[in-house]
């Protein structure tokens, strides 16, 4: 049993490297990481980004089976970390035989390269929360560092970032490092039951789907005096798209990600529309409050995605998909046939956080029994998905994936931020408005 368990240890630490003939890929895995300060089957978990979603998952993660251990936290604002560490400390406070399981004295760091204390930190796992647009860099250096990780989606708001992702997972492939993304729908019964039953031919050939994230979205506060350019758009990242990715990458990619998982397949060409209705104000950031776009994917399957941040409206998160044979709303897992009777539904139950609590659990069930699980490619593709979609609507254009992907649009060089006194990516106009995308007249690649 004894042999058993370091063995199980090793692996976990080493990122499950080790060749056949003993040699290791990569040389930034030190001989330091083997050395385990507890000497048990403790995973050491490190979180950069303490807002809600980073927070909420450490919590989940430390609730699987198995003994868990936060070591490290990162956050560009003190005031995220401390309301972290209180949430974090209320769930999961108690010692085991070890120690505290909450064991982050001296290791909770604040600013803009707090997040590199943590890859030097002697987590195995690492999760990045941030707004996505520091995804691609924190992930890459993750994986330089010989991390496993868990990063939020999306995982890039532009193309370059989606490139240096999926250049970053090819190497962690190659060292054995675990890749987890938050597209927990994967991980949620009543999906994947609803998925292998389309898969198995429930509704016949695919020909016709649906998406919406629609909703009510976020407000965007008036920029305080006392603050500079670059820590209020920090602070209201979902509304500046070098940070966030818009709403269309930010939130709807979920449902984007399901289709594409459904369709087995990313899409060819997009084309869309949309605008700033309630936003008109342009002093408030410069993203978009609605995207109506018409995916294309091979043999002509067609897919209408609808996003929107208005009050008052219809409001839907869900994805539906129509066949030769039937429909199914694949959020509700219900497949009906043509005349519209339900002929098969699923008997799991819906939960708000179910399936963000079993991609946890799943994700650290493998590392324990010697699988490494890899998330990376579908969450690039379905990000540059929601990304050709933005492109799309802002351009007025059809925009195709192989011009989309290759785009050299950077949207901010986030690797020489530093300090919140940087000038940020995006600067106001003379008359304190924000430049908002045109679309007929606005250029995306």
Known sequence: MMNQRASRRTFIQSGGIMLAGGSVLGTNLSVARGAHAYGDDTLKIGLIGCGSRGTNAVIQAMNTDGATRLVAMADVFESNVQSSYRAIKSKHGKSDSHGQRVDVEGARFIGLDGWKHVLQSDADIVFLATPPGFRPLHFEKAIEAGKHVFMEKPVATDAPGVRRVLAANEIAKQKGLAVAVGLQRHHEARYRECIEQLHEGAIGDPIFARAYWNGAGSKLRPRPNNVSELEYQLRQWQHFNWIGGDHIAEQHVHNLDVINWLLGEYPATAQGQGGRDTRSDQTLGETFDHHMIEFTYSNDVRLLSQCRHVRGCWNSVSEHVHGAKGSCDVSAAIIRDTSGKIVWQSSQKNSKDKGCQQA?????????????????????TSTMTAIMGRMASYSGKIV????????EQLLADVDAMHSLRDIAPVQPLPNGNYEVAIPGQTKVI
Not at 360 to 380: H, K, M, T, V, W
Request: proline content about 3%; cysteine-free.
């Open 400 to 407: 195709r994936w192989n011009e989309a992907l290759q785009s």
């Open 360 to 380: 946890q659990n799943d994700l650290f069930a493998s590392l324990r029994n010697g699988e490494i699980p890899n998330e990376g490619d579908y969450g690039a």
